[in-house]
């Protein structure tokens, strides 16, 4: 009967710490899909600004973000330099990553 307990036992914490891993490692990969969002619309909000592309500089970045399934937090834009805030959700966790594009300096 005490080596039943022990592998239930056992059995019980690695499902837990695999669990546990999965999670971590959906927010990390999320986060990276994040991050490479918003570069990819602060760039496209830059873009606009610039005049290389036409449209509204705000509104090409949501487009951006919408295409990959997330939320535009924000966006700024001062001169031809565009800062955009996007963020997305994974179970409990929430990533959020913010970016900017321009010409150099």
Known sequence: M???AVATGVLVVTATLA???AAVG???IRSAQVTATADSAALAAADAAIGIVG???CERAAQVVASAGLDLAACELAGVVA???VAGSVGVFRVQARARAGPPA
């Open 2 to 4: 005490t080596g039943a």
């Open 83 to 85: 800062t955009v805030e």
């Open 26 to 28: 959906g927010a990390a």
């Open 55 to 57: 449209g509204v500089p």
């Open 19 to 21: 669990a546990g891993c």
